[in-house]
């Protein structure tokens, strides 16, 4: 607002041409404010640390923090790295398999009265109360938390591809019926992209849960060694009394899971942005 | 189309034993009461719906399994029913493309035809860009982008404003008389039903049945001097006096 009235001040034509603070202001007060809440939070961090001398093993500043970060690096990357892997490839599955599932329970009712009782039990079922089942019958600990991010991560997209393959709009339907379009036409040209938004919000929800998944089953499974990941490197952590170290590693995790939201969330504006509702800005 | 005829009963008693012919490069308008079955029997025209008794006769010879011309109908729906993420010219090139030609050897013919609904400055837009009148140009643009015989529509313009109403019905009148190509118009609006046909088919409901069928052939070129002239106003209320006796036939309570 100041800068509005500063410019009708000084050239007195303010409608002339847009500043920088009016084209981009909003933008960068969407990046700032959250930004400087988030600076806020860490310096009250780091002000009771040092106001109560808080023992570090108990709470340790952002300070501490920073350091274990670059000084444990060494043995956090490769745990990061571990369950980056394992997040991406069980939510590359759950793709595939939701998908394909989905697809092949809407062709008819029959498979979809067979198939759907099964995903639910698998979905309602606490995960970590499968995960020490499926470490006995998998050959290393990897594939048994593959299998319990997969788990998790399948159900929200299988469900919501299979809403969106059913929600196709009927008179849609009718003139690919009207055209003599096969059943695979109508799939490829109608169906999929009909069921992109419906998709795209499976992606986010089991981008997210993949990583929680992967996370609890370690936990669960306790892994150890040089394939752990993180959540192996948090309770050793713990258990040594290192705190930093652990919160440096929760920090890892958060910033994984922020990536994994940005990815999600872009991949979906990638596709929708140019037609769908819900990537367009209201203008009136 | 030379001679279709279908005769046709429903259980459920959305038409009983309704039977009509339409000839060849007619501009025949369904008019009705809501609930007369005039949707109904557009739709079972084109094979979208279930058949209880009856049948439905084309003198076309490839008839495809599902008992309609292949190819040689066209529809277009009460919405728009495009697809939101196709541009305007992917949804015009859909039926041609669910024929399997490809994109590069139809590109100028549906360039011509969205020349003649006036959109050939849209064809990369998308649809949530239209206005509603531009979207259904499109519809029409694809339902003629197969070149029919026979166009059927479902009140195509019965959402639109009257002003865009009018535009559309000269598009139509102007494209059927282009093209040769036979028209069944459903709609519930008397004026436009007298504006645009050269036939009429009112029908009554319970049971869905034709209640009175009369050519409506006019000497004077229809445009905006019609739509002022005794000639059309006479044939209004000859169509309203027609739905009155249908309305009245079933119960009178519309």
């Known amino acids: 607002m100041s800068d509005k009235v500063s410019a009708i001040e000084h050239d007195g034509s303010a409608y002339a041409r847009p500043g920088f603070w009016s084209r981009h202001g909003e933008t960068i007060l969407k990046i700032l404010i959250p930004a400087a809440v988030l600076a806020l939070l860490v310096g009250i961090w780091q002000a009771i640390v040092v106001i109560y001398q808080t023992p570090h093993y108990i709470l340790p500043g952002p300070l501490l923090v920073l350091e274990a970060f670059f000084e444990d690096w060494g043995t956090l990357a490769p745990a990061l790295w571990v369950t980056t892997k394992i997040t991406f490839i069980s939510l590359g599955l759950a793709l595939v398999g939701g998908v394909g599932i989905a697809v092949i329970m809407v062709q008819s009712r029959w498979i979809e009265t067979a198939l759907y009782p099964i995903t639910v039990i698998l979905q309602v079922t606490p995960i970590v109360a499968i995960a020490p089942l499926i470490l006995i019958y998998t050959p290393t600990t990897q594939i048994a938390l593959l299998i319990c991010a997969f788990l998790v991560a399948f159900f929200p997209i299988l469900s919501n591809m299979a809403q969106g393959l059913k929600s196709v709009d009927h008179n849609l339907l009718n003139l690919f019926e009207l055209y003599g379009a096969s059943r695979w036409q109508t799939l490829i040209h109608l169906k999929l992209p009909a069921s992109m938004p419906y998709f795209m919000t499976g992606l986010r929800i089991g981008g997210g849960l993949a990583l929680i998944a992967a996370v609890v089953a370690e936990f669960a499974a306790g892994s150890a060694g040089a394939g752990s990941g993180l959540a192996f490197r948090l309770l050793e952590s713990q258990y040594r009394l290192n705190i930093p170290r652990l919160f440096a590693a929760l920090f890892m995790l958060a910033c994984l899971g922020v990536a994994i939201f940005a990815l999600t969330s872009f991949i979906s504006w990638l596709f929708l942005h140019r037609w769908h509702e819900s990537s367009l800005k209201r203008e009136n | ?254």
């Open chain 2, 1 to 254: 189309m030379e001679h279709v005829t279908k005769i046709f009963s429903n259980g459920t008693v959305a038409l009983n034993d309704m039977s009509l012919t339409v000839r060849q490069g007619e501009f025949v308008s369904l008019l009705g009461p809501s609930g007369c079955g005039k949707s109904t029997a557009l739709r079972i025209i084109a094979a979208l719906g279930d058949v209880t008794r009856g049948a439905i006769d084309w003198p076309s010879s490839r008839i495809s399994a599902k008992g309609r011309p292949e190819g040689d109908i066209s529809f277009v729906f009460q919405e728009p029913t495009l697809m939101p993420w196709a541009t305007v010219f992917g949804n015009v090139y859909l039926p041609l493309k669910l024929r399997g030609q490809s994109q590069s050897g139809v590109r100028d013919q549906i360039m011509e035809i969205l020349r003649t609904v006036g959109l050939q400055d849209f064809a990369n837009a998308y649809p949530r860009e239209l206005s509603g009148g531009m979207k259904m140009r499109v519809s029409i643009a694809r339902a003629l982008v197969t070149k029919p015989k026979l166009l059927l529509m479902d009140e195509p313009f019965a959402a639109l404003d009257e002003i865009t109403r009018q535009r559309l019905n000269d598009d139509v009148l102007r494209l059927w008389h282009e093209t040769g190509i036979t028209v069944v118009f459903v709609t519930h609006s008397v004026f436009e039903s007298a504006y645009l046909s050269n036939r009429i088919v009112v029908m009554r409901a319970r049971p869905g049945q034709v209640f009175d069928d009369f050519a409506l052939d006019t000497s004077q070129i229809r445009d905006e001097d019609y739509r002022s002239s005794d000639e059309y106003h006479q044939a209004c209320a000859k169509v309203s006096h027609a739905l009155q006796g249908a309305i009245h036939a079933a119960g009178g309570e519309h």
